[in-house]
C-alpha cells in the first residue's frame, strides 16, 4: 500500500496564517496536520485559513480533525477558515451535515 502524502506550506503575515494542503487529508496525515496547527494556535492570529485547494481526499478522520481545530481557533479567539474546498469535499461536508459546523469561504 502505497503511504498518502500530505504537503503542507505554511505562509504567515503578520494577523494570518495560511496553511496550503496538497495530498489527502485521513487517518494517516490528521497528527501532522493537527500538531502544525496547534503549534500556531500557542500564539494565535486573528484568522487561521486551511487553503484545501490541492486536497484530493478527505476521510471521516480528517473531517473530524478540521471541526475539532475549528472550535480549538474558537477558544483562541482566531477564526479558522476553509478555502478553495472543492465540489467533492463540498458534498461530503453536506451529506455529514458538517458544513455549518465548519468556516467556509467560498473565493470566487
Known sequence: MERPELSIAV??????VVFHLVGEIDVLTVARLSAMVNEILQEPPARIELDMAGVTFCDSQGLGTLVVLSRKAQHARAVLTLTN??????????????R??????STA
Open 11 to 16: 505562509e504567515r503575515a503578520p494577523d494570518e
Open 100 to 105: 455549518s459546523a465548519l468556516m467556509i469561504s
Open 85 to 98: 474546498v472543492g465540489d467533492f469535499l463540498m458534498r461530503v461536508l453536506d451529506i455529514t451535515g458538517l
